[in-house]
């Protein structure tokens, strides 16, 4: 049985993981790349520094490649932008860069499909030339739910994707009435109910289709094998992976036909295509491999290797994935379980985080205020922080209104408010998970552009009652490089 192995996850990344030396900032949507920073050695004399490049967010040139060493490549697309990360045997970053998703507009809308190709082949292209030959196996993450629907012989989109925070409550009861209570599929913004609602227009019965996750889609267009997923992004169609199938209530059903067939996370799918291969200058024997999702790829990122040890990211929206071994799910507050070799990710996301603060504020304005927040006093207030109307976790309701108001006159007391509120949400969050029976929390790491904000850390730190971290490694596209490790170690 292929699973992902939380032992050879740590043993892959080594003692010699580095922190990450520097962050990009901006999650804001346009079509600019960031410019590189080298990270050169301090051993290396000025003469002999070499130029990082210029298509590369952040370059680490301080270690010519040895002869026959292979590298790992993971891509992580999330709700604001994506990230490469490319990554030696031992766990070392050689390579990283980041892009933000062009604005592309289709009949008043972001065209979706057009941003997430043209951001992937972007990143293909920052990668620095001279360590292309070396990569040895990709793999991707992607949102969680986000759902496509494409032509079953060319791959091409039949509709606008649904993306992850979209909710169908028209396909609810139609959902309801065939899984079990309260599974993970019966609420609005599952993968299941997208697929339904598709499904009841009126042309799909008739029309040759596949449902794809945004990673799912993304993986195809580099190795060209339609209709393949991963256990943790189908888990939200229906997928057992307990049992490491889809269960009879949904096979019985007419749309199970544009189901895909899935894998284990961080197992090979087949060789990259000969036209990207050549394009980009791969080797011809690099793999690409299944993904998972961004908040799943965030957590191996930050190897929480214990039943206890949690981690929560504070990109865009939170989301919280708890280790533990017993497996609960509950779709009546939006709680899931996620395998992971012989344990169980057990969390949810919700709609609240870094999103909302950027519609208040601009990232300077936010640094310089939350300098100024002191973290041990209490904030009188009580937000709940929605970018729009609807909340998934820890309560799925998708008429929840945002609550921002009262706003004070000082912005440094607004900004204590809303950053307290988020963790008051983050901790109602694991303290569900305990009442369901996941095994209870014990620490938290810290991923996502939240984990910058050291003030924020100790609010929640406080909040939770618990020790809280910033994670060695912050960033999912890392977690999306030792998937790629692990397939390419498999075969």
């Given at each position: 049985?292929?699973?992902?192995?939380?032992?050879?996850?740590?043993?892959?990344?080594?003692?010699?993981v580095q922190a990450q030396l520097a962050q990009i900032k901006g999650d804001q949507y346009n079509a600019r790349k960031l410019v590189s920073r080298p990270l050169i050695s301090n051993a290396l004399d000025k003469s002999e520094r070499k130029?990082?490049?210029?298509?590369?967010?952040?370059?680490?040139?301080?270690?010519?490649?040895?002869?026959?060493?292979?590298?790992?490549?993971?891509?992580?697309?999330?709700?604001?932008?994506?990230?490469?990360?490319?990554?030696?045997?031992?766990?070392?970053?050689?390579?990283?860069?980041?892009?933000?998703?062009?604005?592309?507009?289709?009949?008043?809308?972001?065209?979706?499909?057009?941003?997430?190709?043209?951001?992937?082949?972007?990143?293909?292209?920052?990668?620095?030339?001279?360590?292309?030959?070396?990569?040895?196996?990709?793999?991707?993450?992607?949102?969680?739910?986000?759902?496509?629907?494409?032509?079953?012989?060319?791959?091409?989109?039949?509709?606008?994707?649904?993306?992850?925070?979209?909710?169908?409550?028209?396909?609810?009861?139609?959902?309801?009435?065939?899984?079990?209570?309260?599974?993970?599929?019966?609420?609005?913004?599952?993968?299941?109910?997208?697929?339904?609602?598709?499904?009841?227009?009126?042309?799909?019965?008739?029309?040759?289709?596949?449902?794809?996750?945004?990673?799912?889609?993304?993986?195809?267009?580099?190795?060209?094998?339609?209709?393949?997923?991963?256990?943790?992004?189908?888990?939200?169609?229906?997928?057992?992976?307990?049992?490491?199938?889809?269960?009879?209530?949904?096979?019985?059903?007419?749309?199970?036909?544009?189901?895909?067939?899935?894998?284990?996370?961080?197992?090979?799918?087949?060789?990259?295509?000969?036209?990207?291969?050549t394009q980009f200058g791969f080797s011809e024997d690099c793999v690409i491999c299944t993904g998972t999702t961004d908040s799943i790829a965030a957590f191996l990122a930050a190897r929480a290797n214990h039943p206890g040890k949690a981690v929560?990211?504070?990109?865009?929206?939170?989301?919280?994935?708890?280790?533990?071994?017993?497996?609960?799910?509950?779709?009546?507050?939006?709680?899931?379980?996620?395998?992971?070799?012989?344990?169980?990710?057990?969390?949810?996301?919700?709609?609240?985080?870094?999103?909302?603060?950027?519609?208040?504020?601009?990232?300077?304005?936010?640094?310089?205020?939350?300098?100024?927040?002191?973290?041990?006093?209490?904030?009188?207030?009580?937000?709940?922080?929605?970018?729009?109307?609807?909340?998934?976790?820890?309560?799925?309701?998708?008429?929840?209104?945002?609550?921002?108001?009262?706003?004070?006159?000082?912005?440094?007391?607004?900004?204590?408010?809303?950053?307290?509120?988020?963790?008051?949400?983050?901790?109602?969050?694991?303290?569900?998970?305990?009442?369901?029976?996941?095994?209870?929390?014990?620490?938290?790491?810290?991923?996502?552009?939240?984990s910058k904000n050291e003030k924020w850390i100790k609010i929640r730190a406080r909040v939770l009652g618990l020790p809280v971290h910033k994670a060695l490694q912050t960033e999912a596209a890392y977690g999306a490089a030792l998937l790629a490790?692990?397939?390419?170690?498999?075969?």
């Amino acid at each position: 049985m292929s699973e992902i192995c939380l032992g050879c996850v740590k043993d892959l990344c080594g003692p010699r993981v580095q922190a990450q030396l520097a962050q990009i900032k901006g999650d804001q949507y346009n079509a600019r790349k960031l410019v590189s920073r080298p990270l050169i050695s301090n051993a290396l004399d000025k003469s002999e520094r070499k130029p990082a490049s210029l298509r590369a967010g952040k370059v680490n040139m301080d270690v010519d490649l040895e002869v026959e060493e292979r590298l790992y490549l993971g891509l992580d697309f999330g709700t604001s932008g994506a990230r490469y990360a490319l990554i030696d045997k031992e766990g070392k970053i050689r390579a990283e860069g980041k892009r933000e998703y062009p604005l592309y507009m289709s009949e008043e809308t972001i065209d979706w499909v057009k941003s997430w190709r043209t951001t992937l082949f972007g990143l293909l292209e920052d990668i620095p030339v001279s360590f292309r030959p070396a990569v040895a196996s990709i793999s991707i993450d992607g949102t969680s739910a986000t759902t496509m629907i494409v032509d079953s012989k060319t791959g091409e989109p039949l509709c606008k994707p649904l993306l992850y925070n979209q909710s169908c409550p028209e396909a609810l009861p139609t959902v309801k009435a065939i899984a079990p209570a309260n599974h993970t599929v019966c609420s609005g913004s599952s993968t299941l109910c997208k697929l339904v609602s598709w499904w009841s227009s009126s042309d799909a019965p008739n029309i040759s289709a596949v449902l794809l996750h945004q990673a799912d889609w993304l993986l195809w267009l580099l190795h060209g094998k339609l209709g393949v997923s991963d256990y943790n992004n189908a888990l939200k169609v229906g997928y057992d992976p307990e049992v490491e199938s889809y269960p009879p209530w949904l096979l019985s059903q007419p749309y199970s036909s544009v189901l895909p067939r899935v894998q284990a996370p961080g197992t090979t799918i087949g060789s990259i295509k000969e036209s990207i291969r050549t394009q980009f200058g791969f080797s011809e024997d690099c793999v690409i491999c299944t993904g998972t999702t961004d908040s799943i790829a965030a957590f191996l990122a930050a190897r929480a290797n214990h039943p206890g040890k949690a981690v929560t990211s504070l990109g865009s929206t939170l989301a919280i994935k708890l280790l533990s071994t017993k497996r609960v799910e509950d779709a009546r507050f939006g709680v899931y379980s996620h395998r992971l070799d012989d344990k169980w990710l057990v969390g949810g996301a919700s709609n609240t985080g870094g999103a909302v603060l950027r519609q208040i504020f601009t990232d300077d304005q936010l640094e310089k205020l939350s300098q100024q927040i002191n973290p041990a006093e209490t904030s009188p207030f009580d937000y709940y922080p929605l970018q729009d109307i609807g909340e998934r976790f820890p309560v799925a309701d998708p008429k929840m209104e945002p609550r921002l108001h009262p706003r004070p006159e000082s912005d440094v007391e607004y900004l204590h408010g809303i950053l307290e509120s988020i963790a008051r949400i983050e901790a109602k969050g694991y303290n569900l998970l305990k009442e369901l029976g996941a095994t209870p929390v014990e620490e938290v790491f810290t991923a996502g552009g939240g984990s910058k904000n050291e003030k924020w850390i100790k609010i929640r730190a406080r909040v939770l009652g618990l020790p809280v971290h910033k994670a060695l490694q912050t960033e999912a596209a890392y977690g999306a490089a030792l998937l790629a490790m692990k397939g390419a170690f498999a075969q």
